[in-house]
């Protein structure tokens, strides 16, 4: 099932500069929370980008970094992670980024371990 076979969530792609801007943090920080997995991002147009529903309240979503790692630990790449994420997940009844940010991350979580 490709994400053009389900409904996607909409959200806005951040660049990096617009990163710094949004999390309030310098470049180098911004970064480390790239190779710390608080926040994953994608090259699909050019330049790295994240989806803004990643950030909450000027900060990364704090159970994103638990989730996405247990993603790559299913196989996952950052853009599978993040296609995963943003679409609606039948067994959760909605995209998986929602029910985090409503704080059922246990719920995500354990549906993400059964990928693997």
């Not at 980024?97 to 693997?116: D, F, N, P, S, T």
Request: no cysteine.
């Amino acid at each position: 099932m490709t994400a053009d076979d389900v409904s996607r969530i909409d959200t806005e792609w951040l660049t990096l500069p617009e990163l710094v801007e949004a999390l309030g943090e310098p470049l180098g920080r911004v970064r480390r929370f790239l190779d710390e997995s608080q926040l994953i991002g994608s090259r699909r147009d050019g330049a790295l980008k994240v989806p803004a529903v990643f950030i909450v309240d000027g900060h990364p979503l704090a159970s994103l970094r638990g989730t996405v790692i247990v993603l790559h630990d299913a196989g996952f790449s950052d853009d599978e992670a993040i296609d995963w994420l943003l679409t609606e997940e039948e067994s959760i009844g909605i995209p998986p980024i929602e029910a985090l940010r409503a704080g059922r991350k246990a719920e995500v979580r354990r549906v993400a371990q059964a990928l693997a």
